[in-house]
């Protein structure tokens, strides 16, 4: 029994399952009043993009500012899922589900095609997964939507109204990560596989980018109901506590797990010194390659569920400044530390969306980005490793095999190998 | 044969070649680092490459593991050309090797730096992480003791969990070496694995290299400018000075050969 308590994985779900039950009780007594709830859930959502960029900056050493170009597509994308379904049009459902399966599947085809020949020149690989995403997508418009959009329609909405709309927000969720998630995959061929130094700026290209197209989604892009720099209005608030909760466990546990891991211990190695893990025959590419795309994942997940809590989405909210955020979160928390990105994104949301927004003056914002350089400087100069360093609470820490007890065959065949000291 | 004395008689001889490198040649900018190299090396051989500071031993290294391209020249391993692949492909084809200046990964764990060094050979994906399925904890547990036996082998069992960076001198060149083993090499590259050691520690190091090949059937190409270890466990010996090769033979001959010593004391004495 004692064991069983001391066991992390029991202590955690047992403190994740009390969080979940007090918090709700607090909203379902009107304890916890609509603002606060907001402040906690964007908080998770801030923290979900953080948790990704963690993975991709401080756990695999890859600077990038492009985070917030995910969370957009994310919260763009599902919102237009919504949208269009409570208006009773399941076109965009069907595209993004459908699309990002084919797409998966041509991308998946095409790198199983490519493997076969030896070193592949990367701009080919990128136009042909490139094209293969977009065979995907444009199939699912041409051609699937057309032959099942209204069956399904029918079908999900033959189902009792309270079930059909958690169906459709679970999958707006999905999709929207999963296409931030072919989205930076088609990033990262160019950026990470040709061992650009300049990833850091590539992918601040990339977020001004989406800026500048959501800005003009009603012009440039053929998406009038995302009324360009006029903002969304109408999406369904859907997002409730049980989702904010789940997606923000799921995403801490598929990052925990991924750490844990094989996988995982070749994420830090290329951190670490990338040559060498290079020349441990780790395909350091890939790796980078698979720590961004979950990232973005992360952030495009994050981004659904901030946009059915908002119920309102404007490219200001994904634009340059902002997007420093999450940057700003991990190096506070400290690189490495899940358990520091945490604790900093809840944190930084609750004081400076939360209590500094209730208790001062008007105005405020505009020093924000004052004191935020400030600040962060004086964290660099006292605590450049950050608040938690590389501190993980027990539950994330990677566990320290035991040692071997008894000797090996080796040490029993030649003990002067094995007793051998420096 | 090419790129091989010819004295060392027919037993190694009736050998299949493992590596065979033929006129390599490799420029930095202008700087011709590499010169018409060849060697030839035998499964189960260990050669030596010796040659004073900036001969261009560590380039050899370098390039048939695939860190640079190099201008000329070809390089096969078990009949498999080398040059343009990757260096992880390199390394899971089954060559290894250690780095002159260690470069270990530093914050993370003795056993973590053999561990990673397993990742290609894992057996099991990213789904099988993620929801922690039985080959994982399965896989992970085989991983965890093949590593654990491999420190044992050097000596580093009761470091297993402690940061590489903070160990000793001495035992961060053997887990260099334990790590390389990890990657289940058939040919090792050893680049001056006894660089800073003391006699002592030296012939600590004969021991455990002639133990490890045996173990693993290694074949074994070392960088090394120590001659005690050297002239005593390479069975030949070639030697480059300004990027070519100047003399290829058994120790003995090695050793008396005036242009190897001419070549060694132009500029610093055999050690
Ligand atoms: N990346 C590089 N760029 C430019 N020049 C280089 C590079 N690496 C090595 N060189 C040069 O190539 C020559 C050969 O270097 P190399 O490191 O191969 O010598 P070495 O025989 O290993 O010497 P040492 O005994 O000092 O390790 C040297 O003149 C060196 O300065
Ligand atoms: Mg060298």
């Known amino acids: 029994m004692r064991q069983f308590l001391r066991n992390t994985n029991v202590t955690f779900l047992a403190g994740a399952g009390l969080v979940f039950i007090i918090v709700q009780a607090l909203i379902n007594l009107g304890i916890l009043n609509p603002y606060w709830q907001g402040v906690i859930f964007w908080g998770a959502a801030i923290t979900m993009v953080s948790l990704g960029l963690n993975l991709i900056y401080g756990f695999n050493g890859q600077f990038s500012l492009g985070q917030y170009g995910f969370y957009a597509i994310g919260a763009y994308a599902?919102?237009?899922?919504?949208?269009?379904?409570?208006?009773?049009d399941p076109s965009a459902l069907v595209v993004v589900i459908f699309g990002s399966i084919l797409a998966l599947i041509f991308m998946l085809g095409v790198n199983a095609f490519l493997r076969r020949f030896y070193g592949v020149f990367t701009p080919t690989k990128f136009l042909l997964n490139f094209l293969a995403a977009v065979l995907g997508f444009f199939l699912a418009v041409r051609f699937v939507n057309p032959a099942i959009g209204q069956s399904l329609y029918q079908a999900l909405n033959?189902?009792?109204?309270?079930?059909?709309?958690?169906?459709?927000?679970?999958l707006a969720l999905v999709g929207g990560a999963t296409l931030a998630g072919i989205v930076s995959y088609l990033l990262g061929i160019p950026v990470l596989e040709l061992g650009s130094d300049y990833f850091g700026i590539a992918t601040l290209g990339f977020t001004i980018i989406v800026k500048v197209l959501l800005d003009n989604t009603d012009t440039i892009l053929p998406f009038p109901e995302m009324k360009g720099a006029r903002g969304m209005v109408g999406i369904p608030k859907w997002t409730t506590w049980p989702w904010v909760f789940f997606s923000f466990i799921a995403v801490v546990l598929v990052m925990r797990n991924l750490l844990h891991s094989s996988t995982g211990r070749a994420i830090l190695s290329v951190r670490e010194d990338e040559r060498a893990a290079e020349l441990m025959g780790i395909d350091t590419t890939s790796q980078k390659i698979m720590a961004f795309v979950v990232g973005s994942v992360f952030a495009g997940l994050a981004g659904g569920i901030r946009a059915h809590d908002l119920a309102f989405l404007h490219p200001t909210t994904f634009g340059f400044l902002p997007?420093?955020?999450?940057?700003?979160?991990?190096?506070?928390?400290?690189?490495?530390?899940?358990t520091g990105t945490i604790i900093t994104g809840f944190f930084w949301i609750f004081l400076l969306e939360g209590v500094l927004r209730l208790y001062l003056p008007e105005g405020f914002e505009t020093w924000r980005f004052v004191i935020y350089p400030i600040v962060l400087l004086l964290m660099m100069l006292l605590r450049p490793q950050g608040l938690m360093g590389r501190y993980e609470i027990a539950f994330l820490r990677r566990p320290l095999p035991p040692p071997k007890k008894e000797p090996s065959l080796a040490q029993k065949l030649i003990p002067e190998a094995g007793e051998v000291k420096a | 044969m090419k790129g091989r004395p010819e004295n060392l008689g027919p037993e190694v001889e009736a050998r299949p070649v493992i590596l065979e490198i033929e006129g390599l040649t490799h420029y930095f900018d202008s700087l011709r680092a590499v010169h018409d190299f060849s060697v030839t090396i035998k499964e189960g051989e260990l050669v030596g490459l010796i040659g004073p500071n900036g001969a261009g031993k560590t380039t050899v290294f370098n390039l048939i593991t695939g860190v640079y391209r190099p201008t000329a020249g070809s390089i096969r391993y078990e009949g498999a050309p080398l040059i343009g692949l990757p260096s992880h492909e390199i390394i899971q084809m089954g060559i290894a090797r250690t780095?002159?200046?260690i470069r270990l990964f530093a914050n993370l764990t003795v056993l973590d730096n053999v561990l990673i060094a397993y990742h290609p050979h894992s057996g099991y994906g990213l789904t099988d992480a993620i929801f922690r399925s039985r080959r994982f904890r399965e896989r992970e547990r085989v991983m965890i003791e093949q590593s654990q036996e491999l420190l044992e082998i050097f000596g580093l069992a009761d470091r297993q969990n402690d940061v590489a960076g903070g160990l000793p001198y001495g035992l961060q060149r053997r887990l260099e070496i334990a790590r390389a083993l990890a990657t289940q090499p058939r040919l090792l590259l050893l680049d001056e694995p006894?660089?800073?050691?003391?006699?002592?520690?030296?012939?600590?190091?004969?021991?455990?290299?002639?133990?490890?090949?045996d173990r693993f059937q290694l074949t074994i190409f070392l960088v090394e400018h120590r001659m005690r270890l050297v002239m005593n466990i390479c069975e030949w010996i070639t030697v480059m000075d300004f990027g070519e090769i100047i003399a290829r033979g058994k120790p003995e001959e090695v050793r008396s050969n005036p242009q190897v010593i001419e070549a060694y004391l132009g500029r610093q004495a055999i050690r």
């Open chain 1, 158 to 170: 033959g189902l009792p109204s309270g079930i059909s709309q958690q169906i459709v927000f679970f």
């Open chain 2, 194 to 213: 006894a660089a800073g050691m003391n006699p002592q520690e030296i012939d600590q190091l004969m021991e455990l290299i002639r133990f490890i090949r």
């Open chain 2, 99 to 101: 780095f002159q200046n």
């Open chain 1, 78 to 88: 599902s919102a237009d899922i919504t949208y269009r379904w409570v208006r009773n």
């Open chain 1, 323 to 338: 997007s420093f955020n999450p940057l700003i979160i991990i190096v506070f928390g400290g690189l490495g530390s899940m």
